[in-house]
């Protein structure tokens, strides 16, 4: 971060030292030299802002090559979304033995913090969906955290008894223990230090984490923390329309909740007007992105191939139908996140192409 300040300090000055030249031998300022002023100081902030592109080598260990559209194992082409979170107690190591032994080759887990800032592996950020309590997450301390069941709310409740909430260390302990690659998700952007902390310590306890990981998140802002901290992580966005201004979006417009109200919701809705054309132009190349994760509504022919020429990886969000699955792998090869591990006769599901 230093160099980068460095960097900024001397761009900056330089281009103070002739805009005051400028003035000095025309005496006055015109219009056109403040524009090739600003456009000068833009270009030197953003070129002072810009992290290390990740190794290509680290990037390629972690998302491999794309698998064979044909290959008949379709294992290689889902993610365990929240651990198959219908196949089992979503986010639990339950989940994830489950996931493992289903043939998955990819885990993905939400990260949020107890009371006492222990990351723990749970999506929301309240009890209510998922256990039997009521309340925010994060007033509880984890000690009490672990003492809640996950099973009972489970479609498939009978099959399981005392489910834990996992802390994020045995979570990506039990996943490597497995042989399963990792896509951790940070929801946690009110904590930016204490989530980046977090990962850096995740990867100095496991030193395959490196290889075996990639760190995703909807708030641009954590993934530019983290990689400043460390440009080797490997890290990709995640993504949807109207994502600032609305908790909730299926391909339409209706149907949509609004986060805010007044002035607040207003703001929420112009931000997402400019955010995608900042992510798609600027901001993955500002932070380093290797990978976008984006819902399924969104994901065309266009748009892979759009990531693809910048270098960067496409995986769906979230695909449950088995002709769908068929549709991303076969015909766009994207691989999805996927709540449910279960197979599907390859044959029977086939989409010609």
């Given at each position: ?21 400028w ?24 070129a ?20 064979d ?54 999506h ?14 994060n ?9 809640l ?47 980046v ?33 460390d ?28 986060r805010?109200?007044?002035m ?5 809705m ?41 270098g ?42």
């Amino acid at each position: 971060m230093s160099d980068i300040l460095l960097y900024l300090t001397v761009c900056g000055k330089g281009w103070l030292v002739i805009y005051l030249s400028w003035l000095l031998i025309n005496s006055l300022l015109t219009s056109l030299t403040l524009h090739l002023m600003a456009v000068g100081l833009s270009i030197c902030v953003v070129a002072a802002l810009k992290l290390p592109d990740p190794d290509k080598d680290t990037v390629r260990m972690v998302l491999g090559e794309e698998p064979d559209r044909d290959d008949q194992e379709t294992a290689a082409w889902s993610v365990a979304h929240r651990a198959a979170g219908l196949d089992a107690p979503e986010n639990s190591l339950e989940a994830v033995r489950l996931a493992a032994k289903n043939g998955a080759k990819w885990v993905e887990f939400d990260v949020s913090f107890s009371s006492d800032l222990t990351g723990v592996a749970f999506h929301d950020d309240t009890l209510d969906r998922v256990t039997m309590t009521s309340g925010q997450v994060n007033s509880l301390t984890y000690t009490q955290l672990t003492k809640l069941d996950l099973a009972p709310k489970h479609p498939l409740s009978a099959s399981y008894n005392h489910v834990r909430i996992p802390s994020v260390e045995q979570f990506v302990a039990e996943c490597l223990k497995l042989d399963l690659k990792i896509i951790i998700d940070l929801k946690t952007w009110d904590l930016p230090d204490e989530t980046v902390n977090l990962i850096l310590s995740l990867h100095s306890k496991f030193p395959t984490l490196k290889t075996n990981s990639i760190v995703t998140s909807f708030f641009p802002n954590l993934l530019y923390k983290l990689r400043s901290s460390d440009p080797n992580i490997v890290v990709a966005v995640s993504t949807r329309p109207h994502f600032h201004a609305f908790s909730t979006w299926e391909g339409i417009s209706s149907g949509m909740r609004p986060r805010f109200s007044g002035m607040k919701q207003w703001l929420a809705m112009c931000l997402d007007m400019v955010y995608t054309p900042m992510l798609e132009q600027l901001l993955w190349w500002l932070i380093g992105i290797s990978a976008v994760l984006v819902h399924r509504a969104v994901v065309t022919r266009e748009y892979v191939d759009m990531w693809r020429k910048k270098g960067v990886r496409v995986m769906a969000w979230t695909v449950n139908c088995p002709i769908e699955k068929q549709f991303m792998r076969r015909v766009l090869g994207v691989k999805v996140l996927t709540d449910t591990m279960e197979k599907v006769i390859p044959d029977r599901w086939r989409v010609e192409m």
